[in-house]
C-alpha cells in the first residue's frame, strides 16, 4: 500500500498524559499536512510542512502540541499534558510539490479519560 | 460566519437516484475546490477536485464549481448503497507568502443511499 499510513489508529489515554502519534506520507509528496477532526465537523487545519520546514501552525495548536519532520519524511505530531478537549480524529494529508490535492491517512482516534 | 457552507443532512435516497450535494462560501481568495468522501471511523477519500469554474465528470460522478455565485455541486448519478457516506466539501487558496494550499472544509453531509 504506497498511501499515507498513520500509527496508531487508535489511542486512550489519561487526561495530563503525553502521546505522540506518527504520519508516513506517500513517499514523493514532500508536502504534509496535519488536521484535527471532531465528531459532526469537517477537518481543521492545524500545521504544514514543505519537507523538513514548519511553515505554517493554526491557532489551534496551542503550546501543548508539536509537530516535527526532521528528516522531510515522516511526520510526528506530539500532545503534551491532554485535556479531554483533545479528544478527536487527528489526520494527516500529503501532497506532491506542484499539485495541489490532498490525500489523507487514515487518522488517529485520540480519546482521552 | 463561516467561510465553507455545508448542509449536514442527513439525506435519505433511494438506490437509483441522483444526488446533489452543495457547498457555499465566502472566501473569493478559493481558487481549487475538492470533494471528499468520509466513511465513518475513516479518513476522507479524495473523489473530485477542480481548479476555477466549470464542470468535471469521473463517471457517476460530476462536480460544478461557479465562482460567481460562491456556490459548489457534486451530482452522483444512479446511486448505489455503497457511496452511503459523509460528503465534505474542501477549498484552499494559494496563500500571500507562496505555496501552502491549506484545506477549509464544509461539516460535510451523510448521504445515504436505501436499497
Known amino acids: 500500500d504506497t498511501g499515507v499510513s498513520q500509527d496508531p489508529r487508535h489511542k486512550i489515554t489519561k487526561r495530563g498524559q503525553n502521546v505522540t502519534f506518527r504520519c508516513d506520507p506517500i513517499?514523493?509528496?514532500?508536502?504534509l499536512y496535519w488536521y484535527r477532526q471532531t465528531l459532526g465537523q469537517g477537518p481543521e487545519f492545524l500545521t504544514y510542512?514543505?519537507?523538513?520546514?514548519?511553515?505554517?501552525k493554526s491557532r489551534l495548536l496551542s503550546d501543548r502540541f508539536s509537530a516535527e519532520r526532521p528528516k522531510g519524511s515522516f511526520s510526528t505530531l506530539e500532545i503534551q499534558r491532554t485535556e479531554q478537549g483533545d479528544s478527536a480524529m487527528y489526520l494527516c494529508a500529503s501532497r506532491i510539490a506542484g499539485g495541489y490535492e490532498q490525500y489523507f491517512g487514515p487518522g488517529t482516534r485520540l480519546t482521552v479519560t | 460566519q463561516k467561510e465553507v457552507e455545508q448542509d449536514p443532512g442527513p439525506l435519505s435516497v433511494p438506490e437509483g437516484a441522483i444526488v446533489s450535494l452543495n457547498c457555499t462560501y465566502s472566501n473569493s481568495a478559493f481558487q481549487y475546490f475538492m470533494w471528499y468522501r468520509q466513511y465513518s471511523r475513516k479518513g476522507p477519500e479524495l473523489l473530485m477536485y477542480?481548479?476555477?469554474?466549470g464542470n468535471k465528470e469521473d463517471g457517476r460522478f460530476t462536480a460544478q464549481v461557479d465562482k460567481s455565485s460562491k456556490y459548489i455541486s457534486l451530482f452522483i448519478r444512479d446511486s448505489q448503497p455503497s457511496d452511503s457516506a459523509t460528503y465534505l466539501c474542501?477549498?484552499?487558496?494559494?496563500?500571500?507568502?507562496?505555496?501552502?494550499?491549506?484545506?477549509?472544509f464544509g461539516k460535510g453531509t451523510l448521504l445515504t443511499v436505501n436499497p
Open positions: 513517499s514523493e509528496h514532500n508536502r
Open positions: 510542512f514543505q519537507n523538513e520546514a514548519q511553515l505554517e
Open positions: 474542501a477549498m484552499s487558496a494559494l496563500n500571500s507568502g507562496g505555496s501552502n494550499y491549506k484545506l477549509t
Open positions: 477542480t481548479y476555477s469554474s
